[in-house]
C-alpha cells in the first residue's frame, strides 16, 4: 500500500542552524501538507501546498519557515534559523484530490526535530 | 474557540469491549470534513475513518464506525470489539468549507485497552 515516508526519523541541531525536513509524498497524490506536534500537543497545521505554490499557511509559518517541490517526488519544510521553540514532532501529509473522501490527508511517520 | 473538542483525555476498556470517543465541532460551514486518526506510542498518525457532512450514512471501516449526529455537532468514533493494539491516542479533525484544506484537531483522547 502506498505510504507518504519522511527523512530523517530525528534530527537534532543547535539553535540558528537550519534545517531541512524532507517527506515524498504518495505518488498520485496533488496536494502537500505539513503539521507539527509539539510534546504532548495536539497536531497544528502550518502549510498546505498545491500546484507548485502555496495554498494555505498558518500564523506558525513565518519568514523562517518555506517549504518546496524539488522535483516529482519530494516535498521539504526548511526553518532558516531554528529556534529552541521549534523542538518538535513535524509530519508530512499528502490527499489525492480536492472534494469529498478524496481530501483525506494521509501522513507519513513523522520527522522528530530537537533544537539545542 | 475551540474547533473540535474531545473532553475525554483519557479512557480505560477491557479487551473485546468497545468504547466509544466523544468529538464535538464548531463551524459554520455547511461543507465540511471530519476524520478521526490514530497515534499509537511510535508516534506515526493513521488515518481511520472520514465522514462527510453530507453524508447520510454513518461512516464504518472495519470495527471503526462514527457516530455522526449533525445536529448535535457530534462525530464520535465506536471501536468496537477492543484489541490491545487499539491502545493509543486518538485525534478527532476537521476540514472546513469547500476551498480550506487545514485540518484542525482536537486535544486527542488516550486509549488503554485492559488484557
Known amino acids: 500500500e502506498p505510504e507518504v515516508t519522511q527523512t530523517p526519523s530525528h534530527q537534532v541541531t543547535q539553535m540558528g542552524q537550519e534545517v531541512i525536513l524532507r517527506c515524498v509524498p504518495i505518488s498520485n497524490h496533488l496536494y502537500f501538507y505539513w503539521y507539527r506536534q509539539i510534546l504532548g500537543q495536539k497536531v497544528e497545521f502550518l502549510v498546505s501546498?498545491?500546484?507548485?505554490?502555496?495554498?494555505?499557511k498558518s500564523e506558525i509559518f513565518d519568514d523562517q519557515f518555506s517549504v518546496e517541490r524539488p522535483d516529482g517526488s519530494n516535498f521539504t519544510l526548511k526553518i532558516r534559523s531554528t529556534k529552541l521553540e521549534d523542538s518538535a514532532m513535524y509530519f508530512c501529509?499528502?490527499?489525492?484530490?480536492?472534494?469529498?473522501?478524496?481530501?483525506?490527508?494521509?501522513f507519513g511517520p513523522g520527522t522528530r526535530l530537537l533544537v539545542l | 474557540a475551540q474547533k473540535i473538542t474531545q473532553t475525554q483525555p483519557g479512557m480505560f476498556v477491557q479487551e473485546k469491549e468497545a468504547v466509544t470517543l466523544d468529538c464535538t465541532y464548531d463551524t459554520s460551514d455547511q461543507s465540511y470534513g471530519l476524520f478521526w486518526y490514530k497515534q499509537p506510542s511510535s508516534g506515526e498518525m493513521i488515518f481511520l475513518i472520514y465522514q462527510g457532512s453530507y453524508d447520510e450514512q454513518n461512516a464504518t471501516e472495519g470495527r471503526y464506525s462514527l457516530n455522526f449526529q449533525k445536529a448535535r455537532k457530534s462525530a464520535n468514533l465506536v471501536i468496537s470489539a477492543s484489541q490491545l493494539g487499539d491502545s493509543a491516542m486518538y485525534f478527532c479533525a476537521m476540514r472546513e468549507g469547500r476551498n480550506d484544506y487545514k485540518l484542525s484537531f482536537g486535544a486527542g483522547t488516550t486509549v488503554t485497552v485492559r488484557a
Open positions: 501546498f498545491y500546484n507548485n505554490e502555496i495554498s494555505e
Open positions: 501529509a499528502s490527499s489525492e484530490g480536492a472534494a469529498g473522501g478524496a481530501r483525506t490527508q494521509y
